[in-house]
């Protein structure tokens, strides 16, 4: 069972139709299916839109918790609605207030 806040690895849709696989922050579970809305992380900072998507710094105080390798930022705009089946494998997850943040910019 996975849940919301958490990082996994999935099969992510890109903008060119083909899937990849990539670590993803479980957003919200969706009603009826198991289906979880989900935002890709990517360990370009440089895609980064500033006052949008989270920077997670390898020297912040949850970065262990979240199983990424390097600084890493979530980008909100990179979103897609995933089956269950396409997770991987777990990383981590991220903070409460780190989820919280998230989804507050995205109902902005």
């Known amino acids: 069972m996975v849940l919301e806040g958490e990082i996994?690895?999935?099969k992510l849709p890109?903008?060119?139709?083909?899937?990849?696989?990539?670590p993803v922050v479980l957003?919200?579970?969706l009603p009826g299916f198991g289906d979880f809305l989900v935002c890709g992380v990517s360990s370009q900072l440089?895609?980064?839109v500033p006052d949008f998507d989270e920077v997670i710094h390898a020297g912040?105080?949850?970065?262990?918790k979240t199983g990424l390798k390097v600084s890493s930022v979530?980008?909100?705009?990179?979103?897609a609605v995933i089956p269950v089946v396409d997770f991987?494998?777990?990383?981590?997850?991220?903070?409460?207030?780190?989820?919280?943040?998230?989804?507050?910019?995205?109902?902005?």
């Open 8 to 10: 996994v690895v999935a």
């Open 14 to 22: 890109q903008a060119d139709g083909a899937s990849k696989l990539r």
């Open 27 to 29: 957003l919200r579970e």
């Open 46 to 48: 440089r895609q980064a």
């Open 60 to 64: 912040s105080m949850d970065f262990q």
């Open 74 to 79: 979530v980008r909100l705009a990179f979103l």
């Open 88 to 108: 991987k494998r777990r990383l981590g997850k991220v903070s409460p207030e780190i989820l919280d943040r998230l989804r507050g910019t995205l109902s902005q």
